[in-house]
């Protein structure tokens, strides 16, 4: 070994000062990182491939019941049921209900004190369960989690609203807050943000500064559309959205909407390529339907107002077909958007939430039971027994093999033959 040439006392203490520094950086890095703040228990084995039904069971029985206060509708992504409640994420096994796999944020120890760390929500993407979980700057702390393996995926932190609702296209995800939104593609990467932003650095954004606040809104992997209410403006406008070279100053296009008070219950209930559907109140009841350009280019009136405790719990889509629960029937739309038929209560047998699809077979969940229809016609071919209580707000269904897994509320419950 070569001598160094020169060593001082000095040179030994700048050395051995550099050393603990780094050592303190690395120790402060890890003790303010996510890793530390999670807990991470992936599945012993990959779950199995599901395989599609042949055909609709005659019977269904309950087979288990978990709370997933967290998710606004079942979430089915590789072979696995994914919950959310309080701060944990869990994959369970479809057919026993049995955790398989579980992820949790301590966000607190991740970061400055929050008023909680519970999860913001949970969505997916492809095959990965995507949990949002809060820190000092909002909603914004975000983890995948493989559906099939529990492994985590992708992440990402962004500056958030603090109550944020989360949709999915099944390739891309928005995240919606009353003053920002952002659409996640599936590596979490964002493709499109609207609205406010911490560090106002470009003043072309639309939104910035404006004082209005967003009430709705739904996307594609191409667009997304938003109702807004604007500061002195008494009625709301549709803001359409698309991706442009820079994320942060998409193509924008806004939509006056005339005698729709900024106070109503206008809705945007989907976004099928660049096509928007807007449930409008006013001067009837009525579904709009929009294109890129802003142009109205249908609108199917409604009987009456529909009941919209939770519309963006009230939207499926089931197969090639977009369906909305009204409160008392289903609105049924092909995949362009394009008005397809209702159905509607039979006596004292109601819908009581949107449809999923099953061996071609649309399934909407009833007072009664399960109706089977005919996708084309909207045809009741039979209902399936299984016990709907009142008054839980929508019913939500998903289908994997042939199991009918249903969101009561903050509960799912499961149904196999």
């Not at 055909?55 to 029985?61: H, K, N, Q, S």
């Not at 696995?80 to 869990?90: C, H, P």
């Not at 529990?150 to 995240?175: E, F, K, M, Q």
């Not at 939770?310 to 362009?336: H, I, M, Y």
Request: charged letters at 20%; proline letters at 8%; glycine letters at 10%.
């Amino acid at each position: 070994m070569v001598r160094p040439e020169r060593r001082t006392r000095g040179d030994l203490v700048a050395a051995a000062t550099i050393t603990l520094v780094v050592v303190v950086v690395a120790a402060s890095f890890w003790w303010n990182s996510s890793a530390r703040a999670t807990i991470s228990r992936p599945a012993t084995t990959p779950a199995p491939t599901p395989v599609p039904a042949r055909m609709v069971p005659d019977m269904l029985r309950q087979l288990w019941t978990a709370t997933s206060p967290r998710t606004l509708s079942p979430i089915v992504v590789g072979g696995t049921v994914v919950t959310g409640d309080g701060r944990t994420v869990e994959g369970l096994d479809p057919t026993t209900g049995q955790t398989r796999w579980s992820f949790a944020r301590d966000t607190g120890a991740a970061g400055p004190a929050t008023s909680g760390t519970d999860l913001c929500g949970v969505s997916y993407v492809y095959d990965l369960a995507v949990a949002v979980y809060p820190d000092a700057r909002g909603c914004g702390q975000v983890s995948s989690i493989n559906g099939g393996t529990g492994r985590r995926g992708p992440t990402r932190t962004a500056y958030a609203d603090n109550r944020i609702v989360l949709s999915s296209s099944g390739s891309s995800v928005l995240a919606a807050g009353p003053t920002r939104l952002e659409l996640w593609r599936s590596d979490l990467v964002r493709e499109l943000s609207y609205g406010e932003i911490d560090a106002r650095i470009k003043p072309v954004n639309q939104g910035i500064g404006m004082g209005c606040t967003l009430m709705s809104a739904a996307a594609s992997d191409e667009a997304v559309s938003v109702l807004e209410a604007c500061r002195d403006q008494k009625d709301l406008r549709l803001t359409l959205l698309k991706p442009a070279k820079e994320e942060d100053e998409p193509d924008t296009k806004n939509v006056p909407l005339p005698g729709v008070a900024s106070d109503s219950e206008a809705r945007v209930l989907a976004v099928s390529g660049t096509t928007t559907a807007v449930y409008l109140p006013s001067p009837r009841p009525e579904i709009a339907v929009y294109d890129d350009t802003g142009t109205k280019v249908s609108g199917t009136l409604l009987k009456g107002p529909p009941v919209l405790a939770n519309p963006a719990q009230a939207v499926t889509r089931a197969g090639d077909l977009v369906t909305w629960w009204t409160g008392d029937s289903v609105e049924v739309f092909d995949s362009k958007l394009s008005y397809r038929y209702t159905i509607e209560a039979a006596g004292s047998v109601s819908p009581v939430g949107p449809a999923a699809m099953m061996a071609g077979r649309l399934l909407i969940p009833l007072s009664s039971g399960i109706g089977v229809y005919d996708p084309a016609s909207g045809a009741n071919q039979r209902v399936i027994p299984v016990s709907h209580p009142a008054g839980n707000g929508p019913v939500v269904p998903t289908v994997t093999s042939s199991m009918v897994v249903e969101q009561r509320g903050d509960a799912l419950m499961a149904f196999g033959p």
